[in-house]
């Protein structure tokens, strides 16, 4: 297997990872904030979805209808999903004048 190959490889296993880990996490604040639980701190959901977890996330919150009304943790979701869309086509458009 080529190294190219292997990066890419890698990094759809730790996609798939941190998108399962931020839907359970989501979920899991959800149903501590049903039961009014001592809950998950909100820099925590946010690091998930910084590391590459905003489609689990994104699936948690309109599932549960979780987090979709609280307006500085939407900015902060929406800012850091803006930011990955924004490497995403840095990428490629690199990807484009290198090939």
Same mark, same amino acid.
């Given at each position: 297997?080529?190294?190219?190959? *292997?990066? !890419?490889?890698?990094?759809? #296993?730790?996609?798939?990872? !941190? &998108?399962?880990? $931020?839907?359970?996490?989501?979920?899991?604040?959800?149903?501590?904030?049903? +039961? @009014?639980? @001592?809950?998950?701190? +909100?820099?925590?959901?946010?690091?998930? #979805?910084?590391? =590459? =977890?905003?489609? /689990?996330?994104?699936?948690?919150? *309109?599932?549960?209808?979780?987090?979709?009304?609280?307006?500085? %943790?939407? @900015? &902060? %979701?929406?800012?850091?999903? $803006?930011?990955?869309?924004?490497? $995403?086509?840095? /990428?490629?458009? *690199?990807?484009? #004048?290198?090939?």
């Amino acid at each position: 297997m080529s190294w190219p190959s *292997a990066l !890419i490889l890698a990094a759809c #296993v730790w996609l798939a990872a !941190i &998108n399962l880990v $931020a839907f359970m996490t989501f979920a899991r604040d959800k149903r501590l904030s049903v +039961e @009014r639980a @001592r809950r998950v701190p +909100e820099w925590k959901l946010l690091k998930l #979805v910084a590391w =590459g =977890g905003e489609f /689990g996330a994104l699936a948690a919150m *309109a599932l549960y209808r979780h987090k979709t009304r609280k307006q500085p %943790f939407q @900015r &902060n %979701f929406w800012s850091i999903v $803006a930011g990955h869309a924004g490497l $995403a086509f840095a /990428g490629f458009l *690199a990807w484009i #004048v290198l090939h």
